[in-house]
């Protein structure tokens, strides 16, 4: 994934948090794990939920001369992994996609062209993917501070692993070797996202166990000077690391960084299918 939105620096501790200024009508979050999944009805189930919030927000904006009662809007989480899948943003070159339909088919890879910002980008096992469905109304209406907030959610996770991961100038997603003048600037976390009226769609996408290779067929995200890597490579042979574990892992920062709780229960919507 890659977004669109330009980069700014990283935020104090202090301003990472959600504004409490602003009022908020609900701040738990329904987590689904959904795991290995196909890219195409995932999406169509981001949209789907995204469409059902918008209807409240449309809702409780009638409402607001109709004295009708205030409904809240939900917020949701979709954690999973794609087979091997190429995403294609509104901004991206397809150029940029180094594989034509037989390489393809022969890679066992689909290709989308979807409605985020930003260049190309690889999904497969392997890769913790993750589908925020927000309404920034209950937390921050801020697309700059949601984007800082997905990176430092990722950044305290890889922390955890001993990796000191961080943020490029000008580059949105998380990198290791990070800092200014540092040899092999690397990429571990792409971001991607779309807000309508303040619900977002798309995410985030970690690299744990991926097979690499799989971004030598594309530039990832239009940049053409940087490697890409993954938890499991920079921990070394013999590093014990799967998705399910750093998902665990990340859930909590995120969560807090959001000052959210996991929802108890959850609505009925139906799930993707492999």
């Not at 993917?129 to 109304?137: C, E, M, Q, T």
């Not at 995410?203 to 067929?217: C, E, I, K, Q, R």
Request: aromatic share 6%.
């Amino acid at each position: 994934m890659a977004s669109s939105v330009e980069q700014v620096p990283a935020p104090p501790h202090d301003a990472l948090g959600p504004d409490d200024a602003q009022p908020t009508t609900n701040r738990t979050v329904e987590v689904r794990r959904l795991g290995l999944v196909d890219y195409v009805p995932t999406w169509e189930l981001q949209e789907a939920l995204m469409a059902g919030t918008l209807a409240i927000k449309t809702q409780n904006r009638e409402a607001e001369t109709t004295g009708a009662p205030h409904q809240a809007t939900p917020n949701y989480l979709l954690l999973c992994e794609h087979p091997h899948t190429y995403t294609l943003g509104k901004s991206g070159k397809p150029e940029h996609l180094l594989l034509d339909d037989d390489a393809l088919m022969a890679h066992q890879a689909s290709f989308h062209r979807i409605n985020r910002g930003g260049d190309i980008t690889y999904h497969g096992p392997g890769q913790l993917v993750g589908y925020p469905i927000l309404d920034l109304d209950n937390f921050r209406t801020d697309i700059h501070w949601y984007l800082r907030m997905l990176e430092e959610a990722v950044i305290r996770t890889l922390a955890e692993y001993g990796l000191n991961a961080g943020r490029i100038a000008g580059l949105t997603g998380v990198w290791l070797d990070w800092e200014e003048g540092a040899p092999n600037p690397r990429k571990i976390c792409a971001l991607g996202v779309k807000c309508s009226r303040w619900v977002t769609l798309h995410g985030f996408a970690l690299n744990v166990t991926p097979d690499l290779s799989y971004f030598g067929h594309i530039v990832p995200c239009g940049i053409t000077d940087k490697a890409v890597t993954s938890l499991a490579r920079e921990l070394g042979p013999g590093a014990a690391v799967s998705v399910p574990e750093v998902q665990e892992r990340l859930l909590p920062h995120l969560l807090a960084l959001l000052g959210a709780t996991e929802a108890a229960t959850f609505s009925q919507f139906a799930l993707p299918t492999t």
